[in-house]
């Protein structure tokens, strides 16, 4: 009991208000320095970013655009590349590895004097080249330095995976039909990662990176070259004639010329970033979808349990439970942990029941008679599957993650304006939901000893984004111990999307859609247990047009990492005429995605 009011009582720092501005914010005795922009470098001898001189060769050796999930990996001292075991022990908050997706790219303004043939920087075609470089993930080392946290150039463990960077296909659909191409008969090997969003980290020190909007890659029309469960499918991930033109560039996103390439993306990639030789793999046990992320939950001599979202309108919560289980330090072993086991997808009833249904082929309705040949044909299909099987339909799943302290289970569902009034259902309370909500799931046992493997859980609304004072009952927000709406001015937000957890339990909520309730995306932080439960506290701010993404702490807690993703987006904005310039202030430079670090003045741990 006293840990929890603890956990309330911890966090003092004054709130921010709701504000919409072109710079950052944060409270008072803290501050956020910059740590890496769109187009640093990454290598020795690559020099500071200059626009005008951009091209896929250089795009390589800088950070990607559009930065989003931050894994902070601890580095030892005195370990090198290979020893990751070492590096995870040494619990080192001083120097690590950041390891950082790049979600998309935004050509308008990446490009001075951009339209779709043509910019100052080239054509058609090199913007492309540019782009497929500028998408997937960045490993980079970092020391905390009496000048801040500083990348160190020239790193061995320095890495960029891209479009272009091999990776292995693994887990039971691994080598199916549907995945092999003209280049890849076996279905094993494939080019590259993309549409990069959030994800998690293994206990093993591997990073688990997630492929969410793979969809908008690929050109073509689904009717005119698949049967009718393959046109389905392609349909379902906004495959389209309209889409941009990276089929021409490259031939395989066209997917009249490779049916199969798009059933390539949309997995989880788990890769090892203290081995910079490793090959990335993408898991096809953890299904495919638009993922957001997948986190752990990882006991000793238990199954490992991760949990994650597919980040669209109706679509499920998932959890996935692997056949063998977790030996601290059996490292060879738990490797393979994610490669085999049973996805399930949640279904979420009335008086707050939940059970997690099985996605296993033969099983119910998942037959060939519905046009499931086998696991793979599941696992490929897995929305297709998670709907015959009953899952509960729901509100944009984001960022699932399950709290330290209470071992509770928390479920960020962005919005959804397309549910319908006969859509609602108990989790889903609200038609054309516009704010979003967060939901918990409580699996049984104590206070943090729950039992993640069992199928059936209790549930509780957590709270309902928006704000409390609104008219319409059906967009006011609903916070605090009995969502009675006693916050404070700027504690309310809306649009949940990445969370993170403090070493007290506390929740971090990070959010994307704030500027169309009038004030900036930004993060939020609050209780889950005790007096304060659901009450926030408005933490960060934006500059207008950026998202807030990959809230990440270090082992110690004293600094906080956030991506700013976007910056500047918004209506008309471009390279030559930004809303503003941050965070350079330039007039050489455009505005520039940045992940930015969070510290106490006085050194103390964020948020106590
Ligand atoms: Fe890329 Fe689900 O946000
Ligand atoms: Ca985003
Ligand atoms: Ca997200
Ligand atoms: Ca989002």
């Given at each position: 009991q006293d840990k929890k009011s603890n956990a309330s009582a911890n966090l003092k720092f004054n709130e921010i208000p709701h504000r919409l501005d072109f710079k950052h914010h944060v409270p008072e005795g803290y501050s956020a320095d910059r740590v890496l922009s769109w187009g640093?470098?990454?290598?020795?001898?690559?020099?500071k970013f200059k626009p005008e001189q951009l091209n896929a060769s250089e795009q390589a050796r800088r950070f990607g655009y559009n930065n989003d999930f931050i894994a902070y990996m601890p580095l030892a001292n005195d370990a090198g590349p290979g020893e990751g075991e070492k590096h995870r022990q040494s619990?080192?908050?001083?120097?690590g590895l950041l390891c950082i997706n790049h979600e998309y790219t935004q050509p308008h303004l990446m490009?001075?004097?951009?339209t779709e043939k043509s910019s100052n920087r080239g054509t058609r075609d090199e913007h492309i080249a540019v782009e497929q470089q500028a998408c997937g993930h960045t490993i980079v080392e970092i020391e905390k330095t009496p000048d801040g946290w500083l990348p160190v150039l020239g790193s061995l463990y320095n890495r960029r995976l891209s479009l272009t960077t091999a990776m292995n296909i693994v887990g039971?659909?691994?080598?199916d039909r549907r995945l092999q191409?003209?280049?890849?008969?076996?279905?094993?090997r494939v080019l590259g990662t993309v549409g990069n969003c959030a994800g998690g980290k293994t206990p093993w020190g591997t990073v688990l990176i997630a492929e969410e909007?793979?969809?908008?890659a690929f050109q073509g029309d689904p009717d005119n070259v698949a049967d009718e469960i393959e046109a389905r499918n392609h349909h379902a991930f906004g495959i389209?004639?309209?889409?941009?033109?990276w089929g021409d560039y490259?031939?395989?996103?066209?997917i009249t010329v490779e049916?199969?390439?798009?059933?390539?993306?949309?997995w989880m990639v788990e890769y090892d970033?203290?081995?910079?030789?490793s090959t990335p793999r993408k898991l096809t046990g953890l299904g495919r979808?638009?993922?957001e992320g997948f986190t752990l939950v990882s006991k000793p001599g238990k199954p490992i349990v991760a949990y994650g979202g597919?980040?669209?309108?109706?679509q499920f919560v998932y959890r996935f439970v692997s056949r063998g289980v977790y030996q601290p330090g059996d490292d060879v072993r738990n490797r393979e942990l994610l490669t085999e086991g049973t996805l399930y997808a949640g279904q979420f009833s009335e008086g707050g029941i939940g059970r997690w249904l099985p996605l296993l082929h033969?099983?119910?309705?998942?037959t060939q008679e519905n046009g499931f040949r086998n696991q793979a044909d599941v696992l490929v299909d897995a929305r297709r599957a998670a709907r015959l099987l009953g899952a509960t339909p729901m509100d944009r799943p984001e960022d699932v993650e399950t709290n330290p302290v209470n071992d509770c289970t928390y479920v960020m569902?962005?919005?959804?304006?397309?549910?319908k009034p006969d859509q609602v259902?108990?989790?889903?309370?609200?038609?054309?939901?516009?704010a979003g909500h967060v939901l918990e799931i409580v699996p049984p046992g104590r206070s943090g000893a729950r039992?993640?493997?069992?199928?059936t859980f209790h549930w509780n609304t957590f709270l309902l984004g928006?704000?409390?004072?609104?008219?319409d009952p059906a967009e006011r927000g609903a916070y605090g111990q009995q969502h009675?709406?006693?916050?404070?001015?700027?504690?309310w937000f809306a649009n949940p999307d990445n969370v993170a957890f403090d070493q007290r339990g506390n929740m971090w909520i990070a959010t994307d859609g704030c500027e169309s309730f009038g004030f900036h995306d930004g993060l939020w932080a609050m209780a889950?247990?005790?007096?304060?439960?659901?009450?926030p506290r408005h933490f960060f701010g934006c500059p207008q047009g950026g998202e807030i993404c990959g809230p990440e702490f270090t082992p110690d807690g004293k600094t906080l990492f956030v991506s700013v993703q976007?910056?500047?987006?918004?209506?008309?904005?471009?390279?030559?005429?930004?809303l503003h310039r941050w965070?350079?202030?330039?007039?050489?430079?455009?505005p520039r995605p940045t992940v930015l670090a969070i510290r106490r003045k006085d050194a103390g741990v964020v948020g106590s």
């Open positions: 640093d470098p990454l290598d020795a001898f690559a020099g619990r080192n908050s001083e120097h490009f001075s004097g951009y039971v659909a691994a080598g191409t003209n280049e890849d008969p076996t279905g094993t909007g793979f969809g908008g389209s004639p309209g889409n941009r033109n490259d031939r395989r996103f066209d049916p199969n390439e798009p059933n390539r993306f949309g970033p203290y081995d910079p030789e979808f638009e993922h597919d980040d669209d309108e109706h033969g099983r119910g309705p998942l569902l962005t919005k959804n304006k397309k549910r259902n108990a989790a889903n309370p609200r038609a054309r939901n516009t039992d993640h493997v069992s199928d928006g704000n409390p004072n609104a008219e009675t709406g006693n916050i404070s001015a700027d504690g889950t247990e005790g007096e304060l439960r659901a009450a976007h910056p500047a987006d918004a209506d008309g904005s471009t390279f030559d005429n930004p965070p350079d202030n330039d007039p050489d430079l455009p």
